[in-house]
């Protein structure tokens, strides 16, 4: 039981099929207590099954575009549990036509919404949680490869991830002196509901079963069993690292 009596905040979880939905089934295995975040009354009737099905001890509403929102939740955090272990930011949002034709044609207002949503927003709850974390504290998001190299139509969502890579170093650089680690786990393609945005998808996938090393796409598990070990006291020593867990698809040249 890797994470025993650890309470783990899970921002992003959408569905059962969501990254972040394997990774809270992988934390309760190993004993942690979860909460979950959703964004309005639709996502809320998604959001609690999820959460009774997993034993989650709450859930909250938490739009991480708004600050006032931001502020609240953690009232309600402290008042629940009075700290947090472990965050996870499993969030990103582009408008659909940013994700598909040419980069160059994205509009000022769709980069703005894909640089909030997507990174700013890792800093937003870092910041407003900061008082609840305590030295041995964990904070991880989810990236993926398309913000180190170009990736057909990831487009705006590529440079926002690539954003969000360097504040995951600039973040474990401000909280670090006070024992929180900041992580960035880069997945492989996953069939989410974001996924299902991005022109092309299918064949990204093939493309990782041809001529990733292990010669697979990853799972949700796969991702989830690598969140523990961001999370739990293995990687105490690790923080503003990108962990990639992709079957090995970004050690591949030509």
């Known amino acids: 039981m890797l994470l025993k009596d650890k309470k783990a905040l899970i921002f992003g979880v959408a569905n059962h099929k969501s990254i972040a939905y394997g990774i809270a089934e992988e934390f309760k295995k190993n004993g942690a207590s979860v909460a979950f975040s959703y964004v309005g009354e639709a996502l809320k009737k998604r959001v ?3 959460s009774e099905e997993l034993g989650g ?11 006032g929102q931001i502020s609240s939740s953690v009232d309600i955090v402290k008042e629940k549990w009075g700290r ?9 949002f582009a408008h659909r036509d940013d994700l598909q034709g040419r980069f160059i044609d994205t509009s000022r207002d769709g980069f703005k919404l894909a640089l909030d949503v997507s990174a700013y927003s890792l800093t937003a709850l870092c910041h407003a949680f900061e008082p609840l974390f ?16 170009t990736v057909t139509n990831y487009n705006v969502m590529g440079v926002a991830k690539a954003a969000l890579e360097a504040s995951v170093r600039y973040l474990a650089m401000d909280l670090g002196p006070n ?15 974001a996924a299902s945005g ?26 989830g069993k690598s969140a523990v ?4 006291d293995l990687s105490s020593g690790t923080t503003g690292e990108v962990l990639f867990v992709d079957s090995g698809y970004n050690t591949v040249g030509v």
């Open 134 to 149: 305590s030295s041995g504290s964990s904070v991880m998001t989810l990236t993926y490869y398309g913000a180190q190299k």
């Open 84 to 92: 947090v272990d472990i965050l996870v930011h499993s969030v990103a």
């Open 198 to 223: 991005i022109s092309g998808f299918k064949t990204i996938l093939s493309t990782i079963e041809e001529k990733a090393p292990l010669r697979r796409n990853v799972t949700q598990t796969d991702v």
């Open 48 to 50: 609690a099954p999820i």
């Open 57 to 67: 001890d709450f859930i909250f509403d938490c739009d991480v575009t708004n600050d």
């Open 179 to 193: 024992g929180v680690r900041v992580n960035a786990i880069s997945a492989g393609p996953i069939k989410t509901l």
């Open 229 to 232: 070990f961001l999370a739990s």
